[in-house]
């Protein structure tokens, strides 16, 4: 699991240094958005904007 997620921040870094900082905003949401929905609680299949902003607020902030 942790190969897959320093994977991905290498690839964020990539596109940042390419000069495709939209890119990079955009892989790194898209990424929050993954964890958040991977973080719903048993029985919940659908998440909301709470859902980001909840694991943004434990796990960044």
Do not use: H, N
């Amino acid at each position: 699991m942790w190969s897959g997620v320093i994977g991905l921040t290498q690839e964020i870094k990539r596109c940042k240094e390419a000069g495709a900082t939209r890119a990079a905003i955009a892989m790194a949401f898209i990424c929050i958005d993954t964890m958040a929905f991977l973080s719903l609680p048993e029985g919940k299949e659908k998440q909301g904007k709470t859902d980001f902003i909840t694991w943004v607020d434990k796990y960044l902030k």
